[in-house]
C-alpha cells in the first residue's frame, strides 16, 4: 500500500531577521490549505535584493528557528546544498528529492507584483500550486501586474475549489486576513545589530536535511 503524500508548503525569502509575521501567516496559509508543514527557505542570497545590510546566513537560519518553534514549520537552507540561486532550479530540485510531498508555493502580494521579473516564472507556476497572501499596499499592484494577467485564467476565486498541494498547476488563489504590521525592515532599523552575537558553530541543524549547519560560508 502506497503511502499518502505530504501536502508541504514553501515559503521562501531571506528573513532577516525572521519575525512573528512570518509564523502567522504560515500557519494560516497551513490551516486554509490543510497542509501538513511549511518549510522556511532561507535564502543564501536573493538575486532582487542588495546585499548590504543582509545578516550572515547562520544568523537568519537561528532567527527563523526561534520563530518556528513548537509548530509545523520546518527552517531549511536546503538552496545552499543544492547549489540553487533560482527559485525555479529549486523548486525542480526539490521535487526530485522528494517526490512523496506535494508541494505549493506560498508568497505574499508584493511578491506576486514583481513576480514577472523572476527567472522562468511560468515556469514556476507550471511546477506547483501558488497561493498569495494578501498585503496593505500591495493589492492594487499584485493584480494589476503582468504576471496576473497571465496567471488569472487559473485562479481560484471565492467559492471555487483550491486542491492546495494536492492539486495541479497552474493553480492561485489568493488567501486574505487579518494584515500584520511587523517588518523585517522595522526590526532592521529599531536595532541594526540584531544578528550579534552568531550562533555557535554546530548549534544549528537543519530541520529538512538533519545535517548541522556550521558557519563556515554564512
Known sequence: MSRSPIHTGLLGGSF?????GHRRISLFVAGA?????????????NPLKPGDGMAPLAARVASARAQARRAPIRVTAIERELATRFTIDTLRALKRRYPRRRFVWIMGADNLAQFHRWRDWRGIAREMPIAVVARPGYDASALASPAMAWLRRWRRRS????????????????LRFDPDPRSASDIRAADPDWHRPLPRPGSLHDAVTHRPFGQSGA
Open 33 to 45: 490549505l490543510a497542509l501538513d508543514e511549511v518549510w522556511w527557505l532561507v535564502s543564501p542570497g
Open 159 to 174: 467559492g471555487q475549489k483550491f486542491d492546495g498541494a494536492s492539486g495541479s498547476a497552474p493553480a492561485l488563489t489568493i
Open 16 to 20: 532577516n531577521p525572521a519575525h512573528g
